[in-house]
């Protein structure tokens, strides 16, 4: 619970951030004019500091579910698919970050693939719920907020692969 809070406070943190970053980027693309190479990069950092700000919302919102969840009565388990799908979601992020810090192709090429992975994941969940409701009524709201996380996390895999997809145009072209 407690870094759920913080990953909540963090995120103002990251608005500035993203506000900065942004104004830094329009500086350089007034000042400077630069052209290929260098435009290609500093149009890919825009688009990929909106995309982790969006992650960080998501990222908040989850902090919220899993607030909510504590105070649920009775004591829940996240299955098996979901702690699978909150860890190939951060190994994504972490190595489209990677992969923009190092302009590594093949790391983008593998966040595409965990994509499908992380989009089988959110069925299974669906699935998962459908029959946990179904077999127990009392988890009904302990399901909802974990498919509401799980759609969450499938957004921040996308995410991810956009980053990737924006590393793949800088080293490209």
């Given amino acids: 619970m407690a870094e759920a809070q913080t990953v909540r406070v963090g995120d103002d943190?990251?608005?500035?951030?993203?506000?900065?970053?942004?104004?830094?980027?329009?500086?350089l693309l007034s000042l400077t004019q630069p052209v290929a190479t260098d435009l290609r990069f500093?149009?890919?950092?825009?688009?990929i500091n909106t995309d982790l700000e969006r992650i960080a919302d998501m990222a908040k919102s989850i902090a919220k579910r899993v607030i909510a969840m504590e105070q649920l009565p009775g004591t829940f388990e996240p299955p098996a698919t979901m702690r699978a799908?909150?860890?190939q979601t951060r190994r994504m992020l972490d190595d489209a970050l990677a992969a923009l810090a190092n302009n590594d192709r093949s790391l983008?090429?593998?966040?595409?693939?965990?994509?499908d992975q992380?989009?089988?994941?959110?069925?299974?969940?669906?699935?998962?719920?459908?029959?946990?409701?179904?077999?127990?009524?009392e988890v009904t709201a302990f399901a909802i907020n974990?498919?509401?996380?799980?759609?969450?996390?499938e957004r921040i895999a996308d995410m991810a692969?956009?980053?990737a997809e924006?590393?793949?145009?800088?080293?490209?072209?």
């Fill in 13 to 27: 943190e990251i608005d500035a951030m993203d506000l900065d970053i942004e104004r830094e980027c329009l500086r």
């Fill in 42 to 47: 500093i149009l890919s950092v825009m688009r």
């Fill in 85 to 87: 799908m909150a860890t």
């Fill in 108 to 115: 983008c090429n593998n966040i595409r693939k965990s994509d």
């Fill in 118 to 137: 992380v989009d089988d994941m959110l069925k299974e969940m669906f699935a998962w719920a459908q029959s946990s409701i179904q077999e127990d009524v």
């Fill in 146 to 153: 974990m498919l509401s996380v799980a759609r969450k996390l």
């Fill in 161 to 163: 692969t956009n980053i």
């Fill in 166 to 173: 924006d590393v793949i145009f800088v080293i490209e072209g």
